[in-house]
């Protein structure tokens, strides 16, 4: 059965200070890769998407980043961060059978000080 | 531009007391409809794939439906661990094959 993990759970950082949160799948090859970010009380903001090695999609111009270094894994980065970087992140993927469903990982909790 | 809209924002429902959410959807081409059931400080957990008119699901005490415009999540005489916030989203053939478009949520409560 696929799996996919993200770290840290939480994480606490002073503005002005990099980013780098982790999201690995298991059990699939070839997923499509999403970073999304839900602030309290608001939707689902998609951020970054990937249908492959080094194949990123930006939907929203930021101080963010992404990566995706190899198959199952996707990285999401920023060189300084801002206040308004605070929220949920997740990581979702859909696998490269074309029936659509979405999975999602645990989520990292960043508060940003 | 695809679009989901939940409705209502937030439910609050007594232990058995039966009752629908909805989500309604502007979509082209529709490829699927999911519902997602998240609970606090957790990532969205899949629920139901619809993928065309007329379909239903069912799981518990929940029951997902599906028509051209809006689909409804049926939930039959809730308990309190139904308590969550119920995500839809569509998947549309607009857009490039792979973004799809959530709603804002239905923040559920059942009190016991």
């Known amino acids: 059965s696929q799996t996919i993990h993200q770290w840290p759970a939480t994480l606490v950082q002073p503005v002005g200070s990099p980013l780098s949160l982790e999201c690995t799948v298991e059990g699939t090859s070839n997923p499509n890769l999403y970073w999304y970010r839900q602030a309290a009380g608001r939707g689902l903001q998609l951020l970054f998407y990937?249908?492959?090695?080094?194949?990123i999609s930006s939907e929203v111009p930021q101080n963010l980043s992404a990566s995706r270094p190899q198959d199952r894994q996707f990285i999401l980065s920023s060189k300084k961060l801002l206040l308004s970087d605070s929220g949920f992140y997740l990581c979702?993927?859909?696998?490269?059978?074309?029936?659509?469903?979405?999975?999602f990982g645990p989520g990292t909790r960043l508060t940003v000080t | 531009e695809d679009q989901v809209t939940q409705s209502p924002e937030a439910l609050r429902l007594q232990e058995g007391e039966s009752s629908s959410l909805n989500c309604s959807y502007t979509?082209?081409?529709?490829?699927?409809l999911f519902w997602y059931r998240q609970d606090p400080g957790k990532g969205p957990e899949f629920l139901f794939t619809l993928y065309s008119a007329g379909e239903e699901k069912e799981k518990e005490r929940l029951k997902a439906t599906l028509t051209k415009k809006e689909s409804f999540l049926h939930i039959t005489a809730p308990k309190p661990e139904d308590s969550a916030t119920y995500l839809c989203?569509?998947?549309?053939?607009?857009?490039?094959?792979?973004?799809?478009?959530f709603g804002r949520g239905t923040s559920l409560i059942v009190h016991p």
């Open positions: 979702a993927w859909t696998g490269p059978e074309v029936n659509y469903e979405q999975y």
């Open positions: 990937s249908v492959g090695i080094g194949q």
């Open positions: 989203a569509v998947w549309g053939a607009s857009g490039g094959s792979y973004i799809p478009t």
């Open positions: 979509v082209s081409g529709l490829r699927g």
